[in-house]
């Protein structure tokens, strides 16, 4: 299998405003092939905020956002339609992203003729983990990857990270929950704390 195309990701000086809050304040990054940041921090603090910027969803209250290369976001809300089974709801973004691949990896196979809108919280996040796969984007954005997830569902997502990291992808993702992977940078959001 092919590794995603070469990314880059950098941020210089970003600042975040929420309202009349200012979230957080001069922070620069610079990730290259490879890099994993595990972005930390309490409730409220910009987290979230901080990968909707970088994947070009949010625009910086300040500063400058320089990303080559396809982002991948997996959140809360999966991009699903909740009407349709499961395999459908996947196979139509498969064909818009122009994916091979299938969703064996994720455990997936038994649910596919199951309407989305019946599907646990962890049985969504595999589901959108498989799309994400299969979307080849060399920089993979993770809010809350381990949510729902049992153990099971927790090894298939480090194993899908490790796995993007070695094929030469970025990663960045936002957890409260420890993240089961060796050698990660680690941001600590309080640290730019407007």
Same mark, same amino acid.
């Given at each position: 299998?092919?590794?995603?195309?070469?990314?880059?990701?950098?941020?210089?000086d970003?600042?975040?405003?929420?309202?009349?809050?200012?979230?957080?304040?001069?922070?620069?990054?610079?990730?290259? #092939?490879?890099?994993?940041?595990?972005v930390?921090?309490?409730?409220?603090?910009?987290?979230?905020?901080?990968?909707?910027?970088?994947?070009?969803?949010?625009? #910086?209250?300040a500063?400058?956002?320089?990303?080559?290369g396809?982002?991948?976001?997996?959140?809360?809300?999966?991009?699903?339609?909740?009407?349709?089974?499961?395999g459908?709801?996947?196979?139509?973004?498969?064909?818009? /992203?122009?994916?091979?691949?299938?969703?064996?990896?994720?455990a997936? /196979?038994?649910?596919l /003729?199951? #309407?989305v809108?019946?599907?646990?919280?962890?049985?969504?996040?595999?589901?959108?983990?498989?799309?994400?796969?299969?979307?080849?984007?060399?920089?993979?954005?993770?809010d809350?990857?381990?949510?729902?997830?049992?153990?099971?569902?927790?090894?298939?997502?480090?194993?899908?990270?490790?796995?993007?990291?070695?094929?030469?992808?970025?990663?960045?993702?936002?957890?409260?929950? #420890?993240?089961?992977?060796?050698?990660?940078?680690?941001?600590?959001?309080?640290?730019?704390?407007g």
């Amino acid at each position: 299998m092919q590794g995603p195309p070469q990314a880059s990701l950098a941020a210089t000086d970003i600042a975040c405003r929420r309202g009349d809050r200012l979230l957080f304040r001069g922070l620069s990054m610079s990730l290259a #092939p490879g890099d994993v940041v595990h972005v930390t921090g309490t409730n409220g603090i910009g987290k979230s905020s901080l990968l909707r910027i970088l994947g070009g969803l949010l625009r #910086p209250f300040a500063g400058e956002i320089r990303r080559e290369g396809a982002v991948g976001l997996v959140d809360e809300r999966p991009a699903l339609d909740e009407h349709l089974p499961l395999g459908q709801a996947l196979g139509f973004w498969h064909r818009i /992203d122009g994916a091979t691949e299938r969703f064996g990896a994720w455990a997936l /196979d038994p649910l596919l /003729d199951v #309407p989305v809108r019946f599907l646990s919280t962890g049985q969504r996040k595999r589901a959108a983990f498989a799309r994400l796969a299969a979307q080849a984007a060399p920089i993979w954005l993770l809010d809350e990857p381990l949510n729902g997830l049992d153990t099971n569902g927790v090894a298939l997502v480090a194993s899908a990270v490790a796995q993007h990291r070695a094929s030469g992808g970025i990663c960045l993702l936002a957890s409260h929950q #420890p993240f089961p992977l060796d050698g990660m940078q680690v941001l600590a959001l309080a640290e730019f704390a407007g």
